[in-house]
T-cell receptor, first 113, second 114 residues
């Protein structure tokens, strides 16, 4: 059974801090790993990673994948209160799981002013 | 439309009733997915359509749940004889194909069974 585990489950920081969110996975036929940000409603797509060691970057957010050790990290630098959200990691696996995403439980990030 | 649209945004009904949840994907997206999210958890896969056909329905919890996509665009998730345990947010997502494309989510329908 495909499995995705995120850590920490929750994190409280102050504006300006840097945070690192972790995602480890066990799947039979890995295709890609995705990060989403979920505030009140829809998960919003952040990154999709398919290759090891290639950093994806968007503003203050960046992410990297290690396919040998089966994990990914999401970094947020100079955090702002608007970064407060649940961050979800998901894996798209092939084989019989083709097409569906398996999600982790999420990391709840709270950024205080 | 610009994004995935789901209706209704909230649905409250009594145990034993029938409900239908609607999803209108991003225009041109051929793949459509339904997920269910309980409080404090990540979304859980229910069913995936490629075009009009259900390519994978392995996540549907039992035969009270059914989904259709008759014209390859709008999809309806149908739940018969609802139970209190069906209460959750039902999320729909779409993507531009079966290749490695990101899925884009709607705001979900919050279903509450009394």
């Amino acid at each position: 059974e495909d499995k995705v585990v995120q850590s920490p489950l929750s994190l409280v920081v102050h504006e300006g801090d840097t945070v690192t969110l972790n995602c480890s996975y066990e799947v039979t036929n890995f295709r890609s790993l995705l990060w989403y940000k979920q505030e009140k409603k829809a998960p919003t797509f952040l990154f999709m990673l398919t290759s090891s060691g290639i950093e994806k970057k968007s503003g203050r957010l960046s992410s990297i994948l290690d396919k040998k050790e089966l994990f990914s990290i999401l970094n947020i630098t100079a955090t702002q209160t608007g970064d407060s959200a649940v961050y979800l990691c998901a894996v798209n696996a092939g084989g019989t799981s083709y097409g569906k995403l398996t999600f982790g439980q999420g990391t709840i990030l709270t950024v205080h002013p | 439309g610009a994004g995935v649209s789901q209706t209704p945004s909230n649905k409250v009904t009594e145990k034993g009733k029938y409900v239908e949840l609607r999803c209108d994907p991003i225009s041109g997206h051929t793949a459509l997915y339904w997920y269910r999210q309980s409080l404090g958890q990540g979304p859980e896969f229910l069913i995936y359509f490629q075009g009009t056909g259900a390519a994978d329905d392995s996540g549907l919890p039992n035969d009270r749940f059914f989904a259709v996509r008759p014209e390859g665009s709008v999809s309806t998730l149908k739940i018969q004889r609802t139970e209190r345990g069906d209460s959750a947010v039902y999320l729909c997502a779409s993507s531009s194909g079966t290749g490695n494309q990101p899925q884009h989510f709607g705001d979900g329908t919050r279903l509450s069974i009394l």
